[in-house]
């Protein structure tokens, strides 16, 4: 495809979840004129299906409150948690990136986030750095973010999938071929073009070529991550890396679809099979878990707790809605819970009676709290929530090819491009996904808009 277009842009953004419109607002701030493209009537994507939770380091936030974090410390840990195995390049751009993103969209785009001081450092985190906006999700982020890219003056068009894109013969883009519900097309020029359409867990030929092994765990990301951007970017020259990782998770409550929040397991909860017996450490990895949970009879675990681990999750929107939906339920004791998950009772009253000391799967429990009788338990399955790999890009988010040089114009953010999770499924550190979208997103728009300035 090449020429004419109706009009041309300085600054085209695909994708209208975090990615996106955090790359449209830093493009639009820093003075380009910018258009946002979703194919979505209302733009969600899996921003929307998520907690909200951001992790950054060197915040106002973590400051106010006394915690001593840095971009140092949160590189450091993505390096311990990926075994040395990110790209330490992206690692160190979202390191560095995420806590003055986040700082940003507080004071200048006015997202009111907040430390969430309920989510202690855990799973690979040194510091406490979750980010969120207190009694709001994934959903209202979303609709916030485009609230202010209306503010700003970022035009946004909706149903219009990308499914093209025109380059020059140095490889630069030069436009992009649209298509509308009905069939239609349109062609768009721009100046430098943003990747930002999520990543591919929604297409069961991606997972089965790349993560054979997650095409069992139920898909609970939206259905339009199919992995448009990561293949156009790939046809477009750019190389892919760390195709297989990803983040799964354990508790997806079944069959309500609300995740367990992971506080629930940090606070000390605990994971039980059909027998009545516990089969992994549940605070080792909050993604790897998933295939222990996979591999269980039935595919199916009861996460086990107390109204005491409740409570002090209960400002989560997913307790509310577990409540809501009646998935907590309650017993009494240990043999009503093995009547409940239908195990002998012997077997659960001696699992729950080993809740102490450094027990067999490795799970430390000085200071930590066992779950006490009246119990509360919820049925969860292993989900597939979003992928980290993508298109290979450099600290300013521009795509690269395989042999290490950048494509002219192309940037990638989010989902669409390679994450620092890892090469496999073990490397997700909570609140990463989130966290390299609006790192990623935040260094394409700025570095699309000095391009084009
Ligand atoms: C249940 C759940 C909970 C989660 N909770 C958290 C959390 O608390 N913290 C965290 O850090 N991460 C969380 N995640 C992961 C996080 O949601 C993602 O990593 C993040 O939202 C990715 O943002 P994105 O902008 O790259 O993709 P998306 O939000 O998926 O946005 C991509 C957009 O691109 C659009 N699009 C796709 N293809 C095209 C095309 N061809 N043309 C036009 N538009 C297109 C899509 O419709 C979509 O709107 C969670 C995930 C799930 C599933």
Redesign the pocket.
Known sequence: MSGDFEFSVPVLV????????VAALAARAAGAAVLL????AV?????????????AAGTRQQAALGIADAADTLFADIMAKTRGETDPVIARAVADAAGPCLDWLTDSIGVPFELDTGFRAAYGHSRQRMH?WPGH??TDL?QLLHQRLAEKGVDVLLQ????DVARAADGAVTGVT?ERPDGSRERIGCGALIL????F?ANPQMVATHMPEAALARH???E???G??IR?GARLGGALADMASY?G?AMLADPQGI?VPPGVIVEGGVLLNGLGERFVDETADIAGMVHPVLAQPDGRAWVVFDAEIEARNAYTLEIQGLNDLAAIRHVADAEALAALIGAPAPAVAATLAALHGRDAFGRAWAGERAPQAPFHAIRVCG?L??TQGGLQIDGAARVLRADGSALPNLFA????ARGVSGPSYWGYL????????LAT?WLAGRAAAALTG
């Open positions: 695909i994708g209208g979840g975090a990615a996106g419109a493209v979703e194919q979505d733009p969600r994507g899996t921003t929307a299906m998520s907690q909200g939770l951001v992790c969120g999700g994934g979303v219009a999938r990308l499914v649209l930002a359409s999520g990543g867990a609970n990301g939206h339009g991550n199919r448009d951007g156009i983040q998770y995740t989900g929530y979003h953010a989010g989902g669409a909570p609140a990463m996904g989130l966290g390299s979208a997103g």
